[in-house]
T-cell receptor, first 114, second 112 residues
């Protein structure tokens, strides 16, 4: 069966420090991968999605970047965190090429920038 | 582009009350529609889905019908429980876009 792992679960980082959040998927190959952010009291914002290794699409200009160094690994990064980067970050995957399927989410990372 | 508009919360109900959370969508193609639930401190999990017009998704007493004529996918439950307290997200997936669009989420609190 397929599983998705996201870590760390919580993170407190000072302003200006770097960030690296990692997400890995097991039990499938060539998934579509996504990073979402959920700010306090707000909905889900799609940050990045990837349909393959090295293929990253960004939805909104921001202080973050994403990389997909391996087929089932998706990393969210920042060189210098801002206070506004605080939020709940969710990684998700869905099978590629299969119609009408849902996305599967990790447990999320709560990031607090202080 | 594709989008989802969801009833704003928060919604507070007493146990055994009837629940409706409205959701409407805009899409250029023929999307699949989903309701996800997020319990406190957790990621999202699929609650139900419908993949074509007039389909009804159901799970755990929740139902939603894919209405193409009104571009809606309203979530309903006849009798809510305290354990249903969570944030509910309506979403669509249009296979041509490689992404899933979410509504803003509706926080439901059920009081005993």
């Amino acid at each position: 069966s397929q599983t998705i792992h996201q870590w760390p679960a919580t993170l407190v980082q000072p302003v200006g420090s770097p960030l690296s959040l990692e997400c890995t998927v097991e039990g499938t190959s060539n998934p579509n991968l996504y990073w979402y952010r959920q700010a306090a009291g707000r909905g889900l914002q799609l940050l990045f999605y990837s349909i393959g290794i090295g293929q990253i699409s960004s939805e909104v200009p921001q202080n973050l970047s994403a990389s997909r160094p391996q087929d089932r690994q998706f990393i969210l990064s920042s060189k210098k965190l801002l206070l506004s980067d605080s939020g709940f970050y969710l990684c998700a995957w869905e099978p590629q090429g299969i119609m009408n399927t849902e996305a599967f989410f990790g447990q999320g990372t709560r990031l607090t920038v202080v | 582009g594709d989008s989802v508009t969801q009833m704003e919360g928060p919604v507070t109900l007493s146990e055994e009350a009837f629940l409706t959370i409205n959701c409407t969508y805009t899409a250029t193609g023929y999307p699949s529609l989903f309701w996800y639930v997020q319990y406190p401190g957790e990621g999202l999990q699929l609650l139900l889905k419908a993949t074509k017009a007039d389909d009804k998704g159901s799970n755990k007493g929740f139902e939603a019908t894919y209405r193409k004529e009104t571009t809606s996918f309203h979530l309903e439950k006849g009798s809510v429980q305290v354990s249903d307290s969570a944030v509910y997200f309506c979403a669509l997936s249009d296979q041509g876009n490689n992404d899933m669009r979410f509504g803003a989420g509706t926080r439901l609190t059920v009081k005993p």
